[in-house]
Every structure is written in C-alpha cells, then in structure tokens.
T-cell receptor, first 109, second 117 residues
Framework: GNSVTQMEGPVTLSEEAFLTINCTYT??????LFWYVQYPGEGLQLLLK?????DKGSNKGFEATYRKETTSFHLEKGSVQVSDSAVYFC????????FGSGTQLTVLP | EAEVAQSPRYKITEKSQAVAFWCDPI?????LYWYRQILGQGPELLVQ????????DSQLPKDRFSAERLKGVDSTLKIQPAELGDSAMYLC???????????????FGQGTRLTVV
C-alpha cells in the first residue's frame, strides 16, 4: 500500500532560519503530492502541491519539488517567521489521500 | 469562499453512548472523506465516498462506526457505542476531482473534537 514518511519532530528554529522538512513516499503509479498545514485546534489547509515529476509547488515562501527518482517531496523555506509555527503534513494521492505523521514546527522570535 | 462545514465543533459524550457528526462538503465536490486524527498523529482514513457510494471503508470499525451520504451531498458519521479510545478529532474533507492525471487538492473542515468520558 501507499505510505508517507516524514522526518520526526518537533523542529524548533529561530526566526529567519532556513527550514527543511523531509518527506519520502512509497506508491504505485504516479501520485500527486501535497503539503498541508494545521494550526492548533483547526482542520488542515493546503500549503502547496505538485502533480507530476519535477513539478515545483510553492506558496507563501514555501517550496517543494516532486522528485520521482528519490521518491521525495521535501518542504523548504528560506526564512521562517513566528507565524509559521504549526504542524506540517506531507500527503500523497492516487484517489485515496494518505498522510504522513506530521512535523511540529516552532519558530522562536 | 466555499468551505467544508462540520458540526458540532466539540462533543463530549459518555462511554457507551451514541454520537453523530455531520459534514457538508463544498458544492459540486463528488468525493468526500472522513478521517480520524488522534492527538499528535496524522489523519487516518475512515471512509471515502464517491457521490453516494462508498469507495473505501476498509479502515472503518464497522462493529461500531457507520457512515452515510444518502443523496451524495452531506454526510453523517455515527459511533455507537462510543469507547474511550474513540477520543480524537474527526475531520471531513471533499475534493472536486480525482483521476489518473493532475488530481485536485482536498479541502478540510475544521473538524469535530470528540471526548469520550
């Protein structure tokens, strides 16, 4: 079956630091890949997506590139802000939407 | 902006009681999901609908959980009887299109936080 593996958290960074959250996946076929963000007590919000190999998704300064050869979709941001503190979920979809376990990010001022 | 509506936001129920959650997806979205999210973990799929039909309920504990989407629009998830281990966030999501190329994203409601005491 499909699966998503995220780097274990929590991750704590200072404001303006560089962020990388690793995500690798296992799937048959060619899934679409997503990053979702969840703020405390809320549902999930789409952050960015990529639907085919070598696509780069980007939003709000976050980026991730669909790497088929390494089955990865790592999330990056060049300069994090306190407001980026949240839980980030990597997900894949081939009709069914499968999530990783999430990575808690805390950004300190 | 269209949203997925869920109610209630919070529910406290006693063990062995029945509880129900409601979800109204974004208009025109044929696919609807119910997920369970235990604190500190990722969402786990309970059931997936395509219109009014169940596509996947392999992870739904059918001895106590049931889900329906009678007219292919809104949906209800029921637990009877509730157990302590059912305490979690129950998330509903909908999406417009799934297929072999370029799937659209899923939109999530704010969830129902269930506490079983």
């Amino acid at each position: 079956g499909n699966s998503v593996t995220q780097m274990e958290g929590p991750v704590t960074l200072s404001e303006e630091a560089f962020l990388t959250i690793n995500c690798t996946y296992t799937a048959t076929g060619y899934p679409s890949l997503f990053w979702y963000v969840q703020y405390p007590g809320e549902g999930l919000q789409l952050l960015l997506k990529a639907t085919k190999a070598d696509d780069k998704g980007s939003n709000k300064g976050f980026e991730a590139t669909y790497r088929k050869e390494t089955t990865s979709f790592h999330l990056e941001k060049g300069s994090v802000q306190v407001s980026d503190s949240a839980v980030y979920f990597c997900a894949l979809s081939d009709g069914q939407l499968t999530f990783g376990s999430g990575t808690q990010l805390t950004v300190l001022p | 902006e269209a949203e997925v509506a869920q109610s209630p936001r919070y529910k406290i129920t006693e063990k062995s009681q029945a509880v129900a959650f409601w979800c109204d997806p974004i208009s025109g979205h044929a696919t609807l999901y119910w997920y369970r999210q235990i604190l500190g973990q990722g969402p786990e799929l309970l059931v997936q609908f395509q219109d009014e039909s169940v596509v996947d309920d392999s992870q739904l504990p059918k001895d106590r959980f049931s889900a329906e989407r009678l007219k292919g629009v809104d949906s209800t998830l029921k637990i009877q009887p509730a157990e302590l281990g059912d305490s979690a966030m129950y998330l509903c999501a909908s999406r417009r299109y799934i297929g072999t190329v370029g799937e659209t994203e899923a939109f999530f409601g704010q969830g129902t936080r269930l506490t079983v005491v």
